[in-house]
């Protein structure tokens, strides 16, 4: 099967097993960004999780986080941030969008607090890499060791439908975890996966080593301190929150149809000519042999409300805004 495929299933079988927050396709590097994309990122829900789901769905910005804004006394936006202006305007609007801070003008200044203390709501973090087919392992061994040695996810695992053999484990850090996932029926709630090596734990609270470029004879590397990490765990547990798995699009097409979320787990785009759940972005048009122009347009699929329904994460929470709206015209 495709790697989009099997990544799709995959999410949906394992939040149909728990209550982790799932993610897909994140930055996990801290030196060089975007230079490490987690496949799947699985966030265990902290002692302070409903407290995270009352503020926003959305993801609040990072520069708001270590903003100097408390929820007492409202202070000048200026004052409050420790970066550059653009990005901390940026973030001041953003973070009153989504219902983070609240504001107020006073004499032509606009000043804010947040309306709840930012709260200790995750717990593990743990990346998934996947490769269905070990027969094409691709930047594998390179991606998994800077997993290892940068030390941003409390678990490193490696998730595919290969046979797995002692040749292919010695090729891999032997902190990662392997799984060997079985599919017989075509339906995620029905995957089984084998656990073939369990993840060793990382060092995330210890300073990491993160891999740039690699030259003859030599690889650049940048030492990331705890402190840096500490900030990147916190803006992926944040993406993650945000943004999570449900990101596919379903195509204008009339061979692609919405499988049954309780036979699937979810709601996937699955293509009857190609016979297997597509990427659409990538693949679905008119240049496809398969394509029927649908005639009420794309499928009618609310991916949002399903999420909500079926994770802790909540689409429209009440939000923890303590002043009226339209206070601010006063000033």
């Known amino acids: ?120 709501w995750f717990g593990r973090i743990v990346g998934i890499e996947n490769k269905p087919d ?40 032997d902190e990662v975890g392997v799984w060997r996932v079985h599919r017989d029926s075509g339906s995620a709630l029905e995957f089984e996966v084998e656990i073939v090596r369990e993840p060793t734990p990382l060092a995330v609270d210890e300073p990491g080593v993160e891999p740039l470029e690699s030259h003859a004879g030599r690889t650049d590397i940048a030492v990331v301190d705890a402190d840096a990490k500490r900030r990147r765990r916190r803006r992926l547990a944040e993406r993650a ?3 999570g798995w449900r990101t596919y699009a379903f195509p204008d097409c009339g061979a692609c149809r919405a499988t049954d979320a309780d036979a699937m787990g979810a709601t996937l785009p699955y293509c009857a000519w190609n016979g297997r759940v597509i990427d659409a972005g990538a693949e679905c048009g008119p240049a496809c042999g398969g394509y029927e122009e649908r005639p009420d ?35």
């Not at 060089?32 to 789901?53: C, K, M, Y």
């Not at 060791?145 to 940068?150: F, G, I, Q």
């Not at 009226?324 to 000033?331: A, K, N, P, T």
Request: aromatic fraction near 8%.
């Open 1 to 120: 099967m495709s790697e989009f495929a099997f990544e799709l299933e995959l999410c949906a079988h394992l939040e149909s097993r728990g209550d982790d927050l799932l993610a897909r396709q994140l930055g996990a590097s801290v030196a060089d960004p975007g230079g490490r994309i987690l496949d799947i990122v699985a966030v265990e829900p902290g002692p302070e999780f409903d407290e995270r789901a009352a503020i926003t769905s959305a993801v609040i910005p990072d520069a708001a986080i270590e903003a100097d804004v408390g929820t007492g006394r409202a202070r000048y936006w200026k004052d409050a941030f420790d970066c550059h202006p653009e990005r901390a305007r940026s973030a001041t609007e953003r973070a009153c969008e989504i219902g983070f801070f609240e504001r107020e003008h006073r004499k032509g200044r606009e000043y804010v607090r947040q309306v709840a203390r930012y709260p200790d």
């Open 134 to 173: 070990l027969g094409r392992p691709g930047d594998l061994e390179a991606q998994l060791r800077t997993d290892v040695s940068l030390g941003v996810v409390d678990e490193a695992i490696l998730a595919t439908e290969s046979y797995v053999t002692r040749a292919h484990l010695n090729r891999i850090p």
């Open 241 to 243: 929150y945000g943004k």
């Open 297 to 331: 347009g794309e499928a009618d699929v609310d991916l949002e409300g399903e999420r909500d329904r079926r994770t802790p994460w909540v689409a429209k929470p009440d939000g923890k805004r303590r002043r009226q709206s339209g206070l601010d015209r006063f000033g």
